[in-house]
């Protein structure tokens, strides 16, 4: 027995197909190059949204993608962290009642008794459980449902690959999800999946009663969502690729790319039998750092490179960025390698990081939220339903600038009363961003207080008294010094025949004592006092 025959007796025989890392991805992950099922566990899971007839005049579309992607992202740890972070973020909001900005009370922020069934959506479950399973829902498959259909004043979050939409159409029945008389009838929901060898019963769901939430629209399926692990696929597989690379090295320990030389073979069928062998052997990432032996005469060359000289971290980091850009999760915040590396954990670095995540995350998808499940609760009127991030440890450090914010409309408030607006008025026009909603008073200034009429008459009167008083002591007639100050016109005053003793020099040259006015009685009687000279002998 020659050396070829002793290497084909020695083969065992073949327990799965070889072939190159891109074969493998098209030939198993990915078949017919397209993305439509995923291969983990020895179990292929289909992706997309197949459609089907429902009946004359009607069609419903579903959305087959959460068992495939669910088996992806726990086969890829930055893509599971991701869909967390997403998850625990979201569960930590609450929901309340808002005014609408054009109601008295704009953007005023409120709860009632009707929002016991968001709070305790199902007997032990909270908001927070509700939010976290409608995020891995619409995460993982595009799509979310919650009925309250016949469920006794509780929700349900249905499985949205057992959920159907039906549309109906007069003009186009066979394809009424995008005609233009197009509209959704229903719900379909059917235990256990949707196909034609389930026996289990249909479930008929009006509009009204089911939450669908789709928070990223697919292009191409009507009023479906489409998951952001779609887009993901393909940097998920290269993950779970790297990953096997790596453990399948320390496994093995050894470097597989190799040049072979001196194959002792005499003719091409023998060389072939020789290649096919040591592919079947050695070729592939499962048949990677295998121990390769060789015969004399035969030589064996590394080429490749190890894990450092491919930079395998890098390679494998720019896989998980890419990861994390597509989920909405910023690096640092998802704590992956290159979101730890250099001046990302810069104070200046992470704020901006998790200040762009709640606002072009967070936000939007908090209002999108509160917006589809409004129609299973009793909204009040002029209000709609909103959310609270007063407990969001993640948004806690906006604190300050709310803080700030609510100062400067605090300023422009007082500003708009000092300028005759009046109070209610700008505090609505500030509160609902709409200043057509100020409303001036008539006062500006310090005219914003009306004037007193009883006090500025009482003031007028003891003015106008005490100059009446003073002019009568100044010695004019009482008809005229009233005259004077009705009219305020002081032509009119009239002297009258009494003095005042402050303008008398001398008080008994006038005919009266000092301080008794002309006229008073007994006054003329009084005998002047002896000068100094009187009586005295005069000197001749």
Not at 156 to 161: A, G, K, S, T
Not at 172 to 192: M, R, S, T, W
Not at 511 to 519: D, I, K, T
């Amino acid at each position: 027995m020659g050396l070829l025959d002793r290497i084909a007796a020695a083969r065992t025989p073949p327990s799965e197909q070889r072939g190159s890392i891109d074969q493998y991805i098209n030939e198993y992950v990915l078949p017919a190059g397209m993305i439509n099922q995923f291969s983990y566990g020895g179990h292929v899971y289909p992706f997309g949204a197949p459609q089907f007839s429902y009946g004359p005049g009607k069609a419903r579309e579903y959305t087959g993608d959460l068992p495939g992607h669910t088996m992806a992202v726990k086969g890829c740890p930055p893509a599971f962290a991701a869909q967390m972070v997403r998850a625990l973020v979201l569960s930590q909001a609450r929901f309340t009642f808002r005014n609408l900005r054009w109601s008295r009370t704009p953007r005023r922020t409120f709860g009632t008794s009707a929002l016991a069934m968001l709070e305790q959506p199902w007997p032990g479950g909270t908001t927070g459980d509700l939010n976290a399973r409608m995020e891995w829902h619409a995460g993982l498959a595009g799509n979310a449902f919650v009925t309250n259909w016949q469920q006794d004043g509780r929700l349900r979050v249905l499985r949205p690959d057992w959920c159907a939409l039906v549309y109906g159409s007069q003009r186009e029945p066979d394809d009424p999800a995008h005609a233009l008389d197009g509209e959704l009838i229903g719900y379909v929901y059917q235990n256990g999946g949707i196909s034609a060898g389930n026996q289990a019963p249909v479930i008929t769901l009006p509009p009204s009663s089911v939450a669908h939430w789709a928070p990223l629209p697919d292009p191409l399926n009507a009023g479906l969502g489409m998951s952001w692990i779609t887009p993901a696929v393909r940097e998920i597989q290269g993950d779970q690729l790297a990953s096997r690379h790596k453990i399948t090295f320390f496994e093995n320990g050894a470097t597989p790319n190799l040049v072979v030389k001196g194959i002792p073979a005499v003719t091409k069928d023998q060389f072939d039998q020789v290649v096919a062998m040591m592919e079947e052997g050695h070729a592939g990432v499962a048949n990677a750092y295998k121990t390769l032996y060789l015969t004399a005469g035969a030589d064996a060359t590394v080429i490749g490179s190890d894990m450092r000289q491919m930079d395998f971290k890098s390679t494998q980091g720019a896989g998980e960025t890419r990861i994390s850009f597509l989920s909405r999760v910023p690096a640092p915040l998802l704590g992956i390698s290159e979101g730890l590396a250099g001046s990302s954990l810069n104070s200046g670095n992470f704020a901006a990081s998790r200040r762009m995540f709640a606002d072009s995350w967070i936000f939007p998808t908090l209002q999108n939220l509160a917006s589809t499940l409004a129609p299973l609760v009793n909204v009040p009127p002029d209000a709609e339903l909103w959310f609270d991030t007063t407990d969001m440890p993640v948004l806690r450090e906006d604190a300050k600038d709310a803080a700030e914010i609510e100062q400067v409309k605090a300023l422009t408030i007082a500003t708009l009363v000092r300028d005759g607006f009046t109070a209610e008025s700008s505090v609505a026009a500030v509160n609902g961003q709409d200043m057509t909603q100020l409303v001036h008073s008539g006062l500006v200034s310090v005219q914003l207080q009306p004037p007193r009429t009883d006090v500025v008459t009482a003031q007028a009167v003891q003015i106008g008294s005490l100059a009446a008083e003073l002019l009568v002591r100044s010695g004019y007639t009482p008809e005229s010094v009233i005259e004077a100050v009705t009219k305020q016109d002081l032509s009119v005053l009239k002297p009258g025949k009494l003095t005042p003793r402050q303008l008398v020099a001398d008080p008994l040259s006038a005919g009266a004592e000092p301080g008794v006015p002309l006229g008073f009685p007994g006054a003329g009687n009084q005998t002047p006092p002896p000068s100094s000279n009187a009586g005295g002998p005069q000197n001749g």
